[in-house]
């Protein structure tokens, strides 16, 4: 059944003592009228079970803490593979959805929620890097290691982001989901800088293995309604799976999504191949044995991830590839996530270098 707010998922909190006393961490609580459990600084909830089995009862616990180290960094990238230069804001780890294909259950050891409720040194180091570089235009997403809105309902921390990043004219936010957990975003002075983002694919890729997630039309339908609110928009086909019918739910999804959302307002679409960590089948055909996709047949790429075949995968983004751009907006910069020269240059005719480098191509494409 599809989700449109993964955060009713969660049943218990837990607040470390050191963070008891925030008033962020007082607002959370307030909000939520969860439960909460109390732990000593750097505790942890007591899930029962041991990891991944856990985590099925893990994603309905919230541990509220601290983050000790970095918020912003790098793309976790590889140099074998074309990397778009973004900056991920790490405001938590896991997701309460539950995506077959999710790498961090192989990425991630324990199975519980966490989101970082010491948002001021946030502030202050997003403040420290952004002038600190003036010549350096940022693109920053807060998608990578758990769904940018999936817990916004408990946690209201997209409205301080778009705030903050309102006046920075070298940069923009990324809101990633595959919620629609959107009802913060309404009636923000954004000016433009945030692009709420969503992760598609075709139909009954996103009915098998995306748990707990909004459908197609859900996502779609509320990208509609931020682009009425002034967003712009991005989409992500990543990770693209082969499955019987492949060309019929990719041309589907695309189909809805350009008769739906103005097309005008989408900044950037990418494309990405299933790939994996070979830790990671074991865990996702053990959780969830009724999967098969995981059953193909894949090579070890240069990053040391599973792949499809180079001549499947350029298969697959020829004919998506072709799909997008006979619908999209000249402005919209349609490119690979971490795909090597030799697929550019076979799928569009041309590497990203002979067009200034791929953060180039996505910074134009919002400047």
């Not at 007082?26 to 459990?37: A, D, N, W």
């Not at 705030?163 to 809101?175: D, N, Q």
């Not at 402005?331 to 971490?338: G, P, R, V, W």
Request: charged fraction near 25%; glycine fraction near 8%; charge should be neutral.
């Amino acid at each position: 059944m599809p989700y449109t707010d993964p955060s009713r998922h969660v049943v218990q909190l837990h607040v470390t003592e050191d963070c008891l006393d925030l008033p962020y961490t007082r607002e959370i609580i307030g909000r939520s009228g969860l439960p909460v459990t109390v732990l000593p600084p750097g505790g942890t909830p007591d899930i029962a079970g041991s990891y991944p089995a856990s985590l099925d009862r893990g994603k309905r616990h919230l541990l509220l803490c601290r983050n000790r180290g970095r918020f912003l960094k790098p793309c976790p990238a590889t140099r074998e593979y074309r990397c778009c230069g973004y900056q991920v804001l790490n405001i938590g780890m896991n997701c309460p959805m539950d995506c077959v294909y999710c790498i961090l259950q192989a990425y991630l050891n324990n199975p519980w929620l966490s989101f970082f409720v010491n948002i001021e040194d946030l502030f202050a180091e997003l403040d420290h890097v952004y002038d600190g570089f003036p010549d350096q235009f940022f693109r920053i997403g807060t998608g990578e290691f758990t769904d940018s809105l999936a817990l916004d309902s408990l946690t209201g921390l997209s409205p301080h982001l778009v705030r903050w990043m309102r006046t920075r004219s070298r940069g923009v936010l990324e809101l990633k989901t595959k919620s629609v957990a959107i009802d913060n975003l309404r009636g923000l002075d954004h000016g433009g800088r945030t692009i709420v983002a969503w992760s598609l694919n075709s139909p009954p890729i996103m009915a098998r293995e995306e748990l707990r997630t909004a459908s197609l039309e859900q996502r779609l339908r509320a990208a509609a309604r931020c682009a009425g609110w002034g967003y712009r928009l991005a989409f992500h086909f990543d990770p693209i799976i082969w499955h019987q019918g492949w060309q019929e739910g990719y041309r589907q999804a695309i189909e809805r999504l350009f008769a739906t959302v103005p097309r005008e307002q989408i900044a950037w679409i990418s494309l990405g191949a299933l790939r994996y960590l070979p830790s990671l089948k074991s865990i996702a055909t053990s959780r969830f044995p009724g999967s098969r996709f995981f059953y193909e047949e894949f090579i070890d790429g240069l990053d040391g991830k599973c792949r499809y075949f180079r001549d499947l995968r350029v298969e697959m983004y020829r004919f998506i590839a072709g799909e997008l751009a006979a619908r999209a907006a000249e402005s919209t910069c349609i490119y690979f996530c971490m795909e090597s020269d030799t697929v550019w240059r076979q799928v569009f005719g041309f590497i990203p270098e002979e067009r200034g480098g791929l953060p180039a191509m996505l910074d134009r494409s919002v400047s």
